[in-house]
């Protein structure tokens, strides 16, 4: 089992940065690809980034692309999301998962936080 809490969520104005931490325990978090994914209100859960167990190869969807920058601490066990320019349509629940491989694909994913809330005004 892999325990995972998000944190950092809060309300911004459009243009703000914000960063994301999702902090994990449980099995060894180093054997695990970490993504972050988000839900807003009335749509399905989308991805968002993904970066493999040694932080060597990271994955954007193309929303983001640009503006995000994911990346990890093994030694911490914690993944971050680097959110800059934040846009309106940022507004979501943002959830971190974990995976073996690494994935696009929230199916792949084993492991999910609770999520933390980002919302983002005009």
């Known amino acids: 089992q892999v325990q995972l809490v998000e944190s950092g969520g809060r309300l911004v104005q459009a243009g703000d940065s914000l960063r994301l931490s999702c902090a994990a325990s449980g099995r060894t978090f180093s054997n695990y690809a970490m993504a972050w994914f988000r839900q807003a209100p009335g749509k399905e859960r989308s991805f968002v980034a993904a970066?493999?167990?040694?932080?060597?190869?990271?994955s954007y969807a193309d929303s983001v692309k640009g503006r995000f920058t994911i990346s990890r601490d093994n030694d911490k066990n914690t993944v971050y999301l680097q959110m800059n320019s934040l846009k309106p349509e940022d507004t979501a629940v943002y959830y971190c998962?974990?995976?073996?491989?690494?994935?696009?694909?929230?199916?792949?994913?084993?492991?999910w936080g609770q999520g933390t809330q980002v919302t983002v005004s005009s």
């Open positions: 998962a974990a995976a073996t491989p690494i994935s696009a694909r929230a199916k792949q994913y084993d492991y």
């Open positions: 970066v493999s167990r040694n932080d060597g190869y990271t």
